[in-house]
């Protein structure tokens, strides 16, 4: 029966457009370290309570005047000033000076002093006598108080992903203390009588559970974290109460294993029998990783991902993803994409996105991409000789040998 | 002096290939567990110790056969054999069977059977016995013990950064430990009189440290970690002894400010002082971040960045960042790059590599990438602004208005 329904599939952007209709996840939010929210996302408008740069400052190092002294100076009619004071970069100028002072690069500027000289366009007649040869327009050469930051302005918006800049920023507006949405709790279950853990002994007849692993890998690659459920048994009773205790105490539930159209094929059965479900899809138009299922329990996200890992982790890449950046309702990061020339031909279904698994090398300038030999969906081994993916989209049947096509890398091209 | 020394000015990959040469830094190895190895540099080669899978496998639902029995069978002269068994998934197959075994994809096959019948070619003539009515190629539909990976190779080699899809080989391998680099120790010295950090008082004159935060969040961006030193004043002496200290406790060392051709120009004086440098290069071909320098000191690498933010951080992306992955000797992973047309002229000089910020965005299927208005180096704000770098090298004096340019994304892009 399974495998009638899965011969009906749903495109991935179809299922993600579906799924996303009935979210009601509502994240709270906690303050945290401004220097701890790297890839965290922002839960508050950041605005300005400064001024940056919060003084006049000097933009080079010279002379700082006062720019209607300046207007009428030229070669025929030299401008003497005397420098009656220095300025050091993070000294406050004293007050009430005349003529000129001496500035850097980022000395604030006394009150009334609007124009600086370059130190190059003056001469020094005396230790503290300056001689000015040409005119400078007035306000020449100062960082203008609130040039760079307004007080008021909205500098980062609520929504954004915190990236190493916008740390910078809150240390520069002073703001060590942010509020930043909280964490996804995302829970993975392997499911299958016949997994076991890589520390467990030698039974040769088990299947060591890998994808638990690469998921919460790849999760902490998206400055996201997924804690592991131990595996449950394909026992209907005990796999729908594991379903119902993980969707009740996190926000995403992934389950691998037991979607696949055999007769263990008990986990959908068990999501539907755990909770309300508003929503799902079972049979998702991607290879490997076509048995993928998504289903929205209690407005939260239920993934239904294969327990073969080439499988588990496409489902993961093409479905589980996408939705986890719509549940923080932020832009997923850009990919690195690179194009290169396909070294041999390729095949895929249409209706089908195949994710094929390709070496990508240099040869010269060129860049060359070659299909990993691939033996079934179980072979994780393909994925550590690869460094990227070909995505064949739904509407085509494949590339020749020769063609110019888009690689997702996931790793670096060696030589 | 500085100016002068300033004027002539070293390029990006000249300094990089010339400091490589002198560099010593010998990182020692630590063992860890494999699940927490994202982003690690492998310090062993990885060899399987079984083979993958370890036994022959059934790559479909259907039944395993002795594959010399199907020879001869056809329409014609259907094939009766008695099912005498079931494998179930993670099950131990029983010896000594005659005939059919049922088995599942990924059954274990019991020993003699190397054929599996999918079940779609079965007629179950009765619950036990089943008919077929043509011959399989012996050894069809069959995983081979050790097809995926075999007992004894080298599954990943010593060097590589550790993905996600490694962590997965290794829960594959049983392989809970692994021996990865130690981590660089990574030190960052901000140096000015006017260095203030984000929580101190409200003095507008002095300059509030951002650098130090930018740079940390940077490097944990690429896996690797970096503390702060205390800001140290402009004193030749403290200086001195401040950098000996960090040279002598860590593999590299940041320095921020005091680089610039003021008076306050005392960090490389400082560096020469504290240890003995094998190679110094000052005034590096990137703007902003000329007045860049990098020594190579008693085998350690020692970065003196701009203090003005934009500056600080192209000389780490520039500069710092490639080095580091030298020092690991790993090549740096990919980064995203797209192509967008220009939507205003840039210009730059030859014989400088300058990282112009750029906001990109969507139309239609189109990118544009539209220059961030500047207002010096100290702006941070150009750069929480934009979400990439168009880096125009050294041979080019800049593009024109709707030129197709390459731009190194740094964050997404929006609508």
Redesign the interface.
């Known amino acids: 029966m399974g495998y009638r329904f899965l011969k009906k599939l749903t495109k991935v952007d179809d299922a993600i457009a579906l799924v996303s209709k009935h979210l009601t996840i509502e994240l709270g939010s906690e303050e945290i370290n401004?220097?701890e929210s790297?890839g965290r996302v922002l839960a508050e408008d950041v605005i300005s309570r400064v001024d940056?740069?919060?003084?006049n400052k000097s933009?080079v190092?010279g002379y700082a005047v006062k720019g209607v002294d300046l207007l009428s100076a030229s070669r025929y009619s030299p401008l003497r000033l005397k420098v009656v004071d220095e300025v050091?970069?993070?000294?406050?100028p004293s007050k009430g000076a005349q003529g000129a002072v001496k500035v850097?690069?980022?000395s604030?500027l006394p009150d009334g002093f609007d124009t600086v000289i370059p130190a190059e366009y003056v001469d020094l007649i005396e230790d503290d006598e300056i001689e000015v040869l040409r005119s400078f327009p007035i306000g020449d050469n100062v960082?203008q108080r609130g040039?760079?930051?307004k007080k008021g302005k909205v500098?980062?918006k609520r929504g954004r992903?915190m990236?190493?800049?916008?740390?910078?920023?809150?240390?520069?507006l002073?703001?060590?203390r942010v509020r930043v949405l909280e964490k996804l709790r995302i829970a993975i279950l392997p499911t299958?009588?016949?997994?076991i853990e890589?520390?467990?002994g030698g039974?040769?007849?088990?299947?060591?559970?890998?994808?638990a692993?690469?998921?919460?890998?790849?999760c902490?690659?998206s400055w996201m974290e997924a804690h592991h459920i131990n595996a449950v048994k394909d026992d209907l009773e005990t796999l729908t109460q594991a379903i119902r205790s993980a969707i009740r105490n996190n926000h995403v539930l992934i389950t691998t294993g037991g979607t696949?159209?055999?007769?263990?094929d008990l986990v959908p059965e068990a999501v539907q029998r755990a909770e309300s479900v508003k929503s799902m899809v079972r049979g998702i138009g991607i290879r490997p990783g076509r048995p993928t299922g998504v289903a929205v329990v209690d407005g939260r996200l239920v993934f239904m991902l294969s327990g073969f890992?080439t499988a588990c982790?496409v489902g993961f890449i093409a479905l589980v993803r996408p939705l986890l950046y719509k549940v923080i309702n932020?832009?997923?990061?850009?990919?690195?994409?690179?194009r290169a020339i396909l070294k041999s031909k390729v095949a895929s279904s249409l209706g089908v996105a195949s994710y094929v698994r390709v070496k990508v090398g240099r040869v010269g300038e060129e860049l060359f991409a070659e299909p990993v030999r691939v033996?079934?969906s179980?072979?994780?081994?393909s994925?550590?000789e690869a460094n990227g993916f070909l995505i064949i989209p739904p509407e085509s049947e494949g590339f020749d040998s020769g063609s110019e096509v888009q690689i997702h890398?996931?790793?670096?091209?060696?030589g």
């Open positions: 401004f220097d790297l940056i740069p919060p003084v933009a190092d050091k970069i993070g000294e406050r850097a690069t980022g604030a960082i040039e760079d930051v500098v980062l992903i990236n190493p800049f916008d740390i910078g920023m809150l240390a520069q002073k703001k060590t299958g009588s016949e997994m890589p520390g467990e039974d040769l007849y088990k299947t060591v559970d890998t994808n692993y690469t998921l919460s890998a790849l902490r690659e696949s159209v055999g007769e263990l890992p982790i932020a832009p997923e990061p850009p990919k690195p994409i690179v033996m079934g179980s072979s994780i081994s994925l550590t890398l996931y790793d670096s091209i060696q």
